[in-house]
């Protein structure tokens, strides 16, 4: 496995609070982090990432998800939207622009994925609702923030993150980095030694199954 040989936090990923298994997804919907991420600057106590932390472009360099076996170079791209009053004169929740890229393997065209993302109960910014914009607008998916790195240098940072079932995928997790080789493969241990410690069998058999996501020169970043 490619590692960017940069230093690693030394906290090691830290679990909450853990849904049920993926047959029960209204769980994943009452907006419930499953890993978390202790902050040092914030006393060992959890909070949810800024959407300062979200914004910007994620490289996706492991997953569990069939869809990525035969892509490379992919990357996620969020930018926060403005917010807006709805009907009753609020603000309606957080939005982020939600833009995938990616190459498929022996090409070189970067095939583009348009999409919203809106956070899914209160101002939760660790669990969010997906929905594609034109013609797959009918699309949509449930997803949360496992854990994630808030300190150290912008190219450190990383979230794992985890993706409800829908009718035209599995259940799946991702890890993203700032820095296209990802994390260190020390780091990477650590992250899926946390996901096997839990009580949750399904985010145990998940982390068994990540693989690393193809990635070359042929992008620019």
């Not at 849904?19 to 006393?43: H, K, Q, V, W």
């Not at 095939?111 to 699309?139: L, P």
């Not at 998916?141 to 790195?149: F, K, M, N, Q, R």
């Not at 241990?189 to 145990?204: C, G, K, S, V």
Request: charged share 25%; with cysteine; aromatic share 8%.
């Amino acid at each position: 496995m490619a590692t960017s040989g940069l230093e690693d936090s030394t906290d090691r990923p830290s679990l909450d609070r853990v849904p049920s298994a993926p047959s029960r997804p209204t769980l994943f919907n009452a907006g419930r982090p499953l890993l978390r991420r202790l902050d040092s600057s914030a006393g060992g106590l959890f909070k949810p990432p800024t959407l300062t932390h979200l914004k910007g472009r994620w490289h996706v360099t492991h997953s569990t998800l069939p869809i990525w076996k035969d892509k490379k170079n992919v990357t996620i791209t969020y930018t926060i939207l403005p917010d807006k009053k709805d009907e009753d004169g609020g603000v309606e929740s957080h939005k982020l622009e939600d833009v995938i890229e990616y190459q498929e393997h022996g090409k070189s065209k970067v095939c583009t994925v348009k999409g919203v993302d809106t956070i899914s109960a209160g101002d939760n910014t660790s669990a969010w609702n997906w929905r594609g914009k034109g013609i797959i607008k009918i699309a949509s998916s449930h997803w949360e923030i496992l854990g994630w790195a808030t300190d150290g240098p912008h190219e450190r940072q990383w979230m794992v993150t985890y993706f409800a079932k829908t009718y035209f995928t599995p259940a799946g997790m991702d890890i993203y980095s700032r820095h296209p080789d990802g994390v260190s493969e020390k780091l990477f241990d650590e992250i899926r030694q946390a996901l096997t410690e839990i009580d949750a069998p399904h985010l145990a058999e998940l982390a068994g199954k990540l693989y690393q996501v193809g990635r070359d020169g042929d992008r620019e970043f």
